[in-house]
């Protein structure tokens, strides 16, 4: 009797080592970090006066001549300026303590730094806050291959309009 609950025991642990033996040695993927879309993202600040770029691209008409898309999220209690630099070009945009300014979606104008660029090559932003941290983004240049970005590319892009928040 002892036999057969030592060697069901035996089974048992075998059947259970044996089924989870994948992900046993494995690292799960879901634990490393990435960037879940096709822009940048950069942070600026630590906690709790984060600033943060989300998802930034340059998008591209055939002219090579567009303009940025993406986020800029204050997580901070205060209103800060952040500015963003492509060559000769800075702007810079007011985000209020807790929110978000869109560029290129969400009913807001994208955001044109003059940059001439050509599709697949990367265009360099600089990204700083208020508090004086500031970062280099390589922005990724696309066009309109791709159905998403088809309606967002500005056919003449026109001196930045202000963002709304």
Known sequence: MLVRKLAAVAVAASVAFGTAGCTFMT?????????????????????????????FVYLVNANGTGALIGSLINQGASETNVTLTAGSVTKSIKVTAGGKVDFGYNGAAALDLGITAAVGTLATITVADGAGDSKVANVPVLDGTFSEYAGLIPSNPTPAAKPKN
């Open 27 to 55: 690292p799960v993927a879901t634990q490393n970090a990435y960037q879940p879309g096709d822009g940048v993202n950069v942070d600026l600040g630590t906690m709790p006066n984060l600033v943060s770029a989300r998802n």
